[in-house]
């Protein structure tokens, strides 16, 4: 197939549309972007009988959560390890902590909400790329066994054909059973009905093109209406833009993944490669990610560019590097049909580390996740719903984390083309 077009878009749920902003309202929280940052938050708003508006300038889950590889994994950018050096123990400890609840989190929202998304439960691998990286993986597995109880599992390089048959994965890997996969896409409709159904508005096709204060009240405008409200939320992460809030925009870089999915296979064949049927992906910093979908497809992701982001996601021969990026993995897999490809953009902090907190005016923001935010993000709804809800503070290890500005943001493909190099040459060295 020759098109861009996403697997998760052709085999999602009944969707209920919602209309387009027009004329002047008012709301108590309004939230801008329709992932799973800003789904979440509104859920969860709505569930305590708060009125909220959310606005997402296409169709719920059109970013990011529509688009990514739909593995739910515990842990973060960063090792825990490294965390701990950087932040203090009892900070690493309840980012251990939250990167294990928010995925208990998304299980609770969806048994309690009966939302349909294909949960899978098998686990997830962290797959060493060279010898080095799988001394990099016991290290980090045996730090958060002795400081935190976690346990998480070796694979040695001995029983890696139990879990994965690929020439390139032969060092050995880091299991988590925490770990997890859904439809996240079907999940995001999930959230979007439940927002229906606790009274919350939301607007599809309503971009946000300026927000501004008055007093202690926020202006928030699109071209066909605007909205007043106390509190706002921005919730864009990857798409944000500046004319929303300017200096957020600047304490991110937006970078792109790309994602394949073959013809459906034979079952064999997808025993053979991946037995056991978990969510992986490797410790390289250009990494590869795959999965088995419901229906017995491989879906393989991967960076294949930093930048020239605006046009990297129509471009062919991105998908096509990831097709023999997917066959060098996978040689059996040298026949098999492409059915799907598509795209989308991820955000990466300075620190690469996920952020939420309030601007010094006052606005919550969640966002950075660095490619890991498929459970994240709902956690860090909660988080924003029960801070304006006065029923917690922001927690202190995410407090603490300081969202600083990216010198030279404005020159973003041009640095994002020299940390490509740099990370390629990383990850030939390293
Ligand atoms: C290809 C790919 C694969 C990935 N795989 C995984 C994975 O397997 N596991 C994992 O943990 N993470 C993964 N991620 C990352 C994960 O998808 C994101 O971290 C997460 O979805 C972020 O959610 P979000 O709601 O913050 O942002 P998004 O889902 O990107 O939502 C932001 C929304 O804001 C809207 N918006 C922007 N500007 C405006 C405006 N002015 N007005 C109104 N609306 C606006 C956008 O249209 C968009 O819908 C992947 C990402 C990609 C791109």
Redesign the pocket.
């Known amino acids: 197939m020759n098109k861009v077009s996403s697997y998760w878009e052709a085999t999602k749920n009944t969707k209920s549309s919602y209309p387009k902003l027009e004329g002047n309202f008012d709301s108590e929280v309004v939230v801008?972007?329709?992932?799973?940052?800003?789904?979440s938050t509104a859920y969860f708003l709505s569930k305590k009988g708060i009125k909220v508006t959310l606005?997402?300038?296409?169709s719920i889950?059109?970013?990011?959560?529509?688009?990514?590889?739909?593995?739910?994994?515990t842990g973060y950018k960063n090792s825990i390890a490294s965390l701990s050096k950087k932040h203090g123990k009892n900070n690493a400890k309840q980012l251990l902590d939250f990167s294990k609840d928010c995925i208990k989190l998304i299980d609770q929202i969806v048994k309690e909400e009966n939302i349909d998304c294909s949960l899978n439960y098998n686990g997830g691998l962290k797959l060493a790329f060279k010898k080095q990286h799988f001394e990099d993986l016991k290290n980090e597995q045996e730090y958060m066994y002795d400081n935190f109880n976690y346990e998480t599992k070796l694979i040695y390089p001995s029983d890696m054909n139990n879990e994965i048959n690929s020439p390139i994965y032969k060092y050995g890997a880091l299991l988590d059973s925490n770990s997890f996969s859904f439809h996240?896409l079907n999940y995001a409709i999930g959230l979007s009905n439940s927002i229906d159904k606790y009274g919350g508005i939301i607007y599809e096709n309503?971009?946000?093109?300026s927000l501004t204060k008055n007093k202690d009240e926020y202006v928030v405008k699109t071209n066909e209406g605007q909205i007043i409200s106390k509190n706002v939320v921005i919730?864009?992460?990857?798409?944000?833009?500046s004319n929303?809030h300017k200096d957020l925009t600047k304490t991110m870089m937006s970078i792109?993944?790309?994602?394949i999915t073959t013809e459906k296979l034979e079952n064999n064949t997808l025993d053979q490669i991946l037995p056991t049927n978990r969510v992986a992906s490797d410790t390289k910093n250009f990494l590869y990610?795959f999965r088995k979908t419901t229906d017995n497809r491989l879906l393989f992701?991967g960076r294949v560019s930093f930048g020239n982001r605006k046009d990297s996601q129509n471009k062919l021969e991105l998908y096509e590097e990831l097709r023999k990026n997917m066959v060098k993995v996978f040689p059996n897999l040298r026949n098999a049909d492409i059915d799907y490809k598509w795209?989308?953009?991820?955000a990466f902090p300075m620190d690469f580390m996920p952020h939420v907190g309030k601007t010094r005016e006052g606005v919550y923001y969640?966002?950075g996740?660095c490619?890991?935010?498929?459970?994240?993000?709902t956690f860090f709804g909660k988080i924003i719903s029960d801070s304006i809800s006065k029923e917690i503070n922001i927690p202190d290890s995410l407090n603490n984390l300081k969202l600083t500005k990216i010198p030279f943001h404005n020159q973003q493909n041009t640095l994002l083309s020299l940390a490509e190099n740099y990370m390629k040459f990383k990850d030939i060295i390293s």
């Open positions: 801008i972007g329709g992932g799973f940052s800003g789904l606005l997402e300038q296409s889950g059109w970013g990011a959560s529509g688009r990514n590889a739909g593995m739910l994994t996240p309503s971009k946000v093109v919730a864009t992460n990857g798409y944000s833009t929303v792109d993944s790309h994602v990610y992701g795209a989308g953009t991820t969640l966002l996740y490619g890991h935010g498929a459970a994240m993000s």
